[in-house]
């Protein structure tokens, strides 16, 4: 199983990015997806999760980004999607993916996470 993370990189504030968590080796259909950072210092913060439906899927946001940021995902590419925008310093950190196994189609979190990916650094600095 691997998670691939990417999309990262460094932006202004006001700008926007669009991560992707690519999965191999694992049925998108069986699992809820997750994004996680944590910043130099801080403990990791759930970003945003999505269920494992294809169609009328759960999202859930961390309060810090609702608004800002959308979760999406893509079945046939197995790929899930965080778009982010209007980015702020406060956003810089590393952004993980995780994969969480589950037979819930209503169901995502922050925690039991089975699988994780490599992260991508966003840097938000003017």
């Known amino acids: 199983v691997q998670l691939q993370a990417s999309g990262g990189g460094s932006v202004q504030p006001g700008g926007s990015l669009r991560l992707s968590c690519t999965v191999s080796g694992l049925i998108l259909d069986l699992y809820a997806v997750s994004w996680f950072r944590q910043a130099p210092g801080k403990e990791r913060e759930g970003v945003s999760c999505i269920s494992n439906t294809r169609i009328h899927y759960a999202t859930k946001y961390g309060d810090s980004v609702q608004g800002r940021f959308t979760i999406s995902k893509d079945h046939a590419k197995n790929t899930v999607y965080l778009r982010m925008n209007s980015l702020q310093p406060e956003d810089t950190a590393v952004y993980y993916c995780?994969?969480?196994?589950?037979?819930?189609?209503?169901?995502?979190?922050?925690?039991?996470?089975?699988?994780w990916g490599e992260g991508t650094q966003v840097t938000v600095s003017s």
């Open positions: 995780a994969a969480e196994r589950t037979r819930n189609s209503r169901y995502c979190g922050f925690n039991g996470m089975n699988y």
